[in-house]
């Protein structure tokens, strides 16, 4: 047995030194093709997987909190309002109006199934609508009764149903794959239910600083940021593509309160909106007319854009505030609007209206006169939460007026659409000559993708 072993181990010397060349250039040739494959692990993977998306998305999200634009490839609403206004049946195959508007009859499509192979039925509903009072009259029937009538009650409707976890119904994808970390969710991977499209993967950062490094990295080939000097670095980059659009489903607003004796008049307001370097203002995106998206069927397109005008805005306030009456403003926003508030505040101090910056808490209403911030625009051009009097939470600044709570209580109990579109025609005439805020612009965002 010693031997034996001896004579291996001899055996092994002698092929060590008579190979000892190629032995040594072969290992050194497999250590750095190791390192080289860890090192390049996600451009080796998006080369494999060059037919799925990897996109890259900012924020902290769990289960109970997606970003819609994931919700919507997996789940659809019981109804959808199209670009022109009117309803289209999606999980359902018809609905009934009863007992002059407060009761809505759904009859549900006997033919779906949610993602994970379960049947939709009228029981799932009554889940998703807590606050409302329901009954279910067979598999397929839901009545839904309301406090009083609400003609445009459909249009609540068209919310993506989804079941825990992150299970939807008749969507494009389904989620395959759910990775976590400390309860947050960092990579959802969704599979198409449909041949002709591609797996989806979304990976999840904290910060844009985060995002463009994975980029960089390629770990994601796809990423959406909202500054331009972000996006222009990208524009030399053989293998990647940078385009712009609008985001109309939010609006950078100035909202005023109305607590402010000397806002409330109108005069005052006017001057402020003077003093807006709106010029300034298309460097970050699409300047608003009013706050209905240009995008909807209801926009008003008679409406006009305001006007930079310095020495006008001078002369309003010189005559409605005299100088003992003079108060500084408090400009509040959040730290990522700085720069934008900045120059207002220039223009602002150059119209003789001081104002003080201060920045925002993001876990708690603000004490402001102006608040800068965005403003998450309601597809449909129903506002009532926002401005009607009546609203104590949605109306932040406090805001009244006589013709905007009838129009904005007619447009919301009016079904027909030519009605309601003449009604938030005229709502958007209105509150532009007695603006609760100021609509400033739709960010632009810049999409960078790979090639």
């Known amino acids: 047995m010693k031997a034996r072993v001896r004579y291996y181990y001899w055996l092994i010397i002698v092929f060590a030194q008579k190979h000892f060349r190629l032995i040594l250039v072969s290992f050194l040739i497999s250590f750095i093709t190791i390192v ?10 998006t080369f494999f997987v060059s037919k799925k998306t990897v996109y890259g998305i900012i924020g902290k999200y769990d289960y109970n909190n ?104 008749a969507g494009l994808y389904k989620i395959s794959q759910i990775k976590t970390k400390f309860g947050y969710i960092t990579e959802l991977r969704l599979e198409p239910n449909k041949t002709n499209l591609n797996p989806v993967i979304y990976k999840f950062y904290n910060d844009e600083a985060q995002l463009v490094a994975a ?27 940078v385009g712009r659009s609008v985001d109309y489903s939010k609006l950078m607003t100035l909202f005023i ?18 003093a807006i370097n709106y010029d300034y203002l298309t460097e970050n995106g699409e300047v608003a007319v009013g706050p209905v998206q240009p995008t909807s069927w209801a926009y008003n397109q ?8 310095i020495e006008l805005a001078k002369k309003i306030f010189k005559k409605e505030v005299p100088a003992s009456q003079s108060a500084v403003l408090k400009l509040v926003t959040y730290y990522e609007y700085y720069d934008i508030a900045d120059e207002m505040k220039k223009t602002f101090d150059s119209a003789g209206i001081s104002a003080d910056i201060q920045m925002a808490s993001p876990d708690k209403t603000p004490d402001f006169d102006l608040l800068l911030a965005y403003w998450k625009v309601p597809a449909d051009p129903d506002q009532y939460y926002f401005w009607h009097s009546t609203q104590k939470l949605g109306n932040i600044g406090n805001y009244k007026n006589v013709k905007i709570d009838k129009l904005l209580e007619d447009g919301r109990n ?11 025609s005229d709502f958007q005439r209105v509150i532009l000559d007695d603006p609760p805020a100021l609509f400033l612009y739709y960010p632009y965002v810049y999409t960078i993708k790979r090639v």
Request: hydrophobic content about 35%; glycine content about 4%; overall charge positive.
């Open 66 to 169: 997606i970003p819609e634009e994931i919700i919507s490839k997996i789940s659809n609403g019981l109804l959808y309002v199209n670009e022109k206004g009117s309803l289209v049946p999606i999980l359902v195959n018809s609905w009934e109006i009863k007992d002059g508007g407060k009761q809505y009859r759904l009859h549900l499509r006997n033919d779906l199934y949610w993602s994970n192979g379960k049947k939709l039925l009228a029981e799932d509903i009554v889940s998703q609508f807590r606050n409302i009072k329901t009954k279910i009259t067979d598999d397929f029937i839901i009545d839904f009764f309301l406090d009083k009538p609400l003609a445009i009650f459909p249009t609540y409707l068209q919310k993506p149903l989804i079941k825990s976890p992150l299970i939807g119904v």
């Open 302 to 309: 008679n409406l006009k854009r305001s006007t930079f005008d």
């Open 36 to 45: 080289a494959l860890i090192s390049l692990s996600p451009y080796v993977e």
């Open 215 to 241: 980029y960089k990295k390629a770990e994601v080939n796809s990423i959406t940021v909202n500054k331009k000097s972000i996006a222009d670095t990208f524009k030399n980059w053989k293998n990647s593509s």
């Open 414 to 424: 009016t079904l027909n659409l030519g009605d309601r579109k003449k009604i938030y």
């Open 257 to 274: 309160n109305f607590s402010n004796e000397k806002l409330k008049e109108k005069e005052i307001r006017e001057a402020l909106n003077n």
